[in-house]
């Protein structure tokens, strides 16, 4: 058996690595591929990285025949999926990378500032942390993609939190992120010369949307308000994002929880206690690594993961809930080694 | 069937490639591995970044029962392997990354300035730059990686110097080299504050040991002397060599015989005319990019030839050449798409 | 007048930004530099990019000629300075880099576990933090050089811990480091192709021995036992510490505090209130920059500070200090602009 | 006496580096800031870095009152200069940064394929390349810079091929480019995650405009036509160029010929025979490090020269004009060590 699927908005980093991965997913087969503003160029003028592969041209998103198509992934920037979604076959299974479906309709206008131009969608649509919505995207129609941050700080947290292993008001996650995490649009502060040799903190003092995904997510999982400080640092890197969590709880209490919730996880590494992980030893591939370790002052616990966030962080997630969607092994395409140095 | 493999010095960067590519080969199975230094430490702790794989321990190499294995990948220090290799059992298949076993006799000697202490098994030896050895590597039992520089410019070069296409005695090459070639061994030169934002030559005026396969090889083809220019430079890159060759031959001949030679090659990629390839654009794989620009003096053609040292330059060839001497289909393990950014 | 000024350990990094610095200092003559293992060697063999200045050849300690030496620079690894720093002429003005003279007898013991040899200096050596210890600098004769780390979360604490602006009990500290302070010397973890494309913690826990200057000197501000959390994390960057500090207390009494301390300090500047420091934006200089920004939850505080490592975190600091100590205006040799980019 | 100049266009990285460079200069002071764009910011705002400076507001060029003004850097994209200097009062000197006044009219002509709009002015710009046009400059109204990779070959070249002591025909120069010449403007192949871990050649084939300056400038030293080859490649450091030059001719010669035309010259350097020099060795400075090696072929020689394409390839360059055209000491300013890591 083989599936069909398209990428809409392939002319970006996620959209690449969709096909970096699906290149070597056995059962899948990619039989569209779209970028309006890049429609006619062959993928490998874009990224020809790809060039040794054999895809099929940049079309623009009409001129796609869906009727072939099991499932499409749209990896366009937030705001363009959701006038896109809505006009898509009713049927077809969607996996959005972008933010227009993470969140609650008032978690959106919230973080967004705007109304959602396809409110009857946003019920529908489930929440693609895979490890902790399995079921749901399972037998979902649409998939929303967390964002690559929210996805790196709920691994640590989430099992702490809906255990109530660690005080719910004093969370402070201090991110360190790598650069294709801002996509390949044009930014003065995004040029070589601006990062590297640097590092700086940005959306500061609780303003990155991704805290709406915190809010919406960490608040549910015990029926109470949580929030937490966030601060992400973009640091000179390609791919990876690392959190550093600092919670108050026992540290072996935590160590135990993690390892226990992930025991059964194939993408999900709990390192042995006091142990900290690496970014660059995840990069590349979907998988998480976690760390635990106690301060010298008594009760207090830092939490450390790393994943990457094009794979992991974003494209990994997507095809991974793709297979499940699909009816396929969770795993297929995904099992490739992280890449080192 | 599966087919089992040891990989002999697996504690340095092209042992933990190997593991990395043979992790996606569907009919290869790591039985052994060692690292005398290291040996009882779980591959995890030397390289993070296996931890999710099921590995053997590491072992000394005299704890290796070589009766079940097949093929043994040697990635020794140059120097070791030709007393190891001469106490391997005789009908094991052995795949050495190393120089050991790339020249001849009167070469090995010349350019490393010792006597060999497996004479004997000289001229068994088959150089493993597969896309021009492949009959005599697949009837092979000893199989020597060719230095990581030397494929890069032979990629470019053996076709147009066997046509003669190009002026013999006129070839420069100039060399951009990622820092994981140099390995993993402590030098003061390789650390990261001398590295970074830093490009300068080395082995300069004709002293690079890979010199000795260009003489080699390059005579070889023609039956005469030949004696290229060759001057690596290291780059603040992870993995790749990027070889700038100019030479003295007809741009449109010179694309078109490389266009023909590795039109049926799986790896060998070659850009439209005019086009130059990108470091980037290979990492992560075992492809080549080569590209061939005219210059507005007449009769002055620029080749340039792009792979990933670990990969394609040594472990890729390893795997691409073991799979050949095993009877297996040569591309298994190796189609992964380079990874960017 | 011109001072004469011994470099004793010259061939490290902290060594050579000190004859960077005193290269363009008007009154400041390098009269004797020094390197046990590389004595005889001119320094432009050491490091090349000092190639233009006229110095004299590195000698061992014993050659130098104290006679003529108004102060000296010591630049040896920790454990060394105290058996050196004892035989000194006792006249001799010293500015220590290590950290021999940082603690108290009882700190020295405790966080590096050994006897001290020159316990009759160490109630001599005053603190080298030269914005809170100026008068007593001005009047040592021994000046023990702060921790990198020490030094860069200092200038964001100090005031706020002093003025009791913050909970003391509840003090988190996340630090980005670049490569260079690990120094010249060998370690695998210290390699090009490690660092690059990582992130990663380390001392965690509460084990990093910068650790026993925040202990001295945070609790003496306060008259209590004070303990901060404090993870360093190695980022791809040759030079820069970026201080990530979160605590509780009114961000804008907090940035008011860190005005009104600073406002007269020629090397720290305050941001308006709400921005972030950058890590390039200090880089090759003496400057110190510092942010504060209030969180959406509402009595939570981000104090950012940077500095260079080398540069004010060493030798920069050291310089500024000798200034002092030697009568001179406190700013010579030390206003260069950062370098950017 | 403290003379004052203008900045027409400090809102690039010329323009930043040449305020960092003056900030130590002991007679110049910065009387006016440009930048259209950015007019009314403080440049603290576009280059956070100055921050410790007390710096003019960035205003429009009508805004500034030329009558103070000894002196003014334009440091304009090329096209925009032209028109501008044609604007200026008539006796203000000007050093221009850019392309416009580089070349001959017919150069202008056939190499930016436009016709100049000051071609009243032509006639008067000096060639900005000091170490061989000092007294033209030292008497010269308007002098252009020379672009930043003419400049580096042209130190390892013009000696050698005015004395003939190379086959004129037969020159090979590889460059290797830091990304900050590329400038700040926005360009998706100059995104961090596009360059790190790459590089990549372009202009390829004789296509660079500053071919045109080679052509004048190498053709003039003898009398007859000279083209040599010249491609430069992007690597993922800051600041720097590192130019491989392939000649035919005499090593030992060569580097006489190189060693006696610098040495009274402050800011060249010609290593010992057979030494190589490093990018990171000059950066930040106004030095030039050029390096002979003979190779194994006889009469074969490489000549390697770098410098800091933002230092002396442009702003410290015209820096050094701007002493000159002023009547002061030519290294004012300019005696800033690199730095190093």
Aim: aromatic share 6%; hydrophobic share 45%.
């Amino acid at each position: 058996m083989t599936v069909n699927v398209a990428i809409l908005g392939a002319s970006g980093y996620t959209g690449a690595e969709l096909v970096r991965l699906i290149a070597t997913h056995p059962m899948m087969r990619i039989a569209a591929l779209t970028a309006d503003r890049k429609a006619g160029q062959p993928m490998a003028q874009v990224f020809p990285h790809l060039r040794h592969l054999d895809l099929p041209r940049l079309t623009t998103i009409e001129q796609v025949d869906f009727s072939g198509i099991d499932l499409a992934f749209v990896a366009l920037p937030h705001g363009l999926s959701q006038a896109l979604v809505k006009e898509l076959p009713p049927k077809l299974k969607v996996v959005d990378l972008g933010a227009d479906f993470r969140l609650t309709p008032e978690g959106y206008k919230s973080w967004y500032g705007a109304d959602h131009v396809a409110p009857e969608l946003q019920p529908e649509a489930v929440y693609g942390l895979t490890e902790f919505y399995r079921d749901r995207i399972r037998a979902a129609r649409l998939v929303a993609g967390t964002g690559c941050n929210a996805a790196t700080v709920q691994f640590a947290l989430r099992p702490l939190i809906e255990a109530r292993l660690i005080d719910l008001d004093d969370i402070v996650c201090d991110l360190k992120n790598g650069i294709s995490g801002a996509g390949r649009s044009l930014k003065e502060n995004m040029l070589f010369a601006e990062r590297s040799e640097d590092v700086a903190g940005y959306s500061q003092g609780g303003r990155h949307r991704h805290l709406g995904e915190f809010d919406q997510e960490f608040s549910a999982l015990v029926g109470r308000e949580v929030r937490i400080l966030f601060t992400p640092h973009l640091v000179p890197v390609n791919r990876g994002i690392l959190a550093s969590c600092y919670v108050k709880g026992d540290p072996q209490a935590i160590h135990a929880a993690l390892q226990a919730r992930y025991a059964d996880e194939p993408f999900c590494i709990v390192l042995p206690m006091g142990e900290l992980p690496a970014m660059s030893h995840v990069q590349g591939s979907n998988f998480v690594h976690l760390g635990v370790v106690g301060d010298r002052v008594a009760g207090r616990t830092l939490v450390v993961s790393t994943l990457d966030n094009l794979n992991k962080g974003s494209s990994g997630q997507a095809l991974q809930n793709a297979n499940l969607m699909l009816g396929l092994d969770e795993t297929l395409g995904l099992m490739l080694a992280p890449i080192f140095p």
